[in-house]
Nanobody, 125 residues
Framework: QVQLVESGGDLVQPGGSLRLSCAAS????????VGWYRQAPGKERELVAT???????????NYADSVKGRFTISRDNAKNTVYLQMNTLKPEDTAVYYC???????????????WGQGTQVTVSS
């Protein structure tokens, strides 16, 4: 059974920092493209950052313009975990943050998306 479990969401003041974690079981994240998405109330889910497969190199990264220079996505293959370090947080970063893993699943012969349950990030004074 595949599980992605996000953690690290919290209430933080503007300018503060948080680190989100996405821990996987049942799949190996180093074989997956992993993305962090977020969804604010009344808004569509949006892509925040991605990290490509990286068994030895850690993978290449991409960021939404709204978070470039403030957020960093990284992976720890030994822990089968992907992180999202969020610095200089703004009220507009408030959202539920979701982890997504996209990888090829041999038993079904195609790529598939897996999602976590989300973790709430609230930026407010």
């Amino acid at each position: 059974q595949v599980q992605l479990v996000e953690s690290g969401g919290d209430l933080v003041q503007p300018g503060g920092s948080l680190r989100l974690s996405c821990a996987a079981s049942g799949i190996t994240l180093s074989f997956a493209t992993v993305g962090w998405y977020r969804q604010a109330p009344g808004k569509e889910r949006e892509l925040v950052a991605t990290i490509s497969t990286g068994i030895s190199t850690g993978g290449s990264t991409n960021y939404a313009d709204s978070v470039k220079g403030r957020f960093t996505i990284s992976r720890d293959n030994a822990k089968n975990t992907v992180y999202l370090q969020m610095n200089t947080l703004k009220p507009e970063d408030t959202a539920v943050y979701y982890c997504n893993a996209n990888l090829y699943v041999p038993v079904i012969g195609r790529r598939r998306d897996f999602w976590g349950q989300g973790t709430q990030v609230t930026v407010s004074s």
